[in-house]
């Protein structure tokens, strides 16, 4: 079995920073693909932001150029750097990665437990 386990979320005004981190624990073999999604109250979870194993990202367009997604391979640990934060960017922000478990012969979807992010003055 795997854990996801999100950290740093939070209150911050409009116009401020947050960091999001998300470790993963548990028999793994490998990660491949892991990123983050938000889900504001009333409306389906959506992508933010996605990274491989090699570094490559991809952003949804309401958050690019403000918020940065990195991953650190040897500790299995992604995170979300999002600055300039809006009052729109307010929801529960959900870590994603997909995961060989040892004795596995298919990778798996894990999700986190979510954390809350809020954007308010």
């Known amino acids: 079995q795997v854990q996801l386990v999100e950290s740093g979320g939070g209150l911050v005004q409009p116009g401020g920073s947050l960091r999001l981190a998300c470790a993963a624990s548990?028999?793994?073999?490998?990660?491949?693909?892991m990123g983050w999604y938000h889900q504001a109250p009333g409306k389906q979870r959506e992508l933010v932001a996605t990274?491989?194993?090699?570094?490559?990202?991809n952003y949804a367009d309401s958050v690019k150029g403000r918020f940065t997604i990195s991953r650190d391979n040897a500790k299995n640990t992604v995170y979300l750097q999002m600055n300039s934060l809006k009052p729109e960017d307010t929801a529960v922000y959900y870590c994603?990665?997909?995961?060989?478990?040892?004795?596995?012969?298919?990778?798996?979807?894990?999700w986190g437990q979510g954390t809350q992010v809020t954007v308010s003055s």
């Open positions: 994603n990665a997909l995961v060989l478990e040892r004795g596995a012969r298919y990778t798996k979807d894990y």
């Open positions: 990274i491989s194993t090699g570094g490559a990202t």
């Open positions: 548990g028999s793994i073999v490998s990660i491949y693909t």
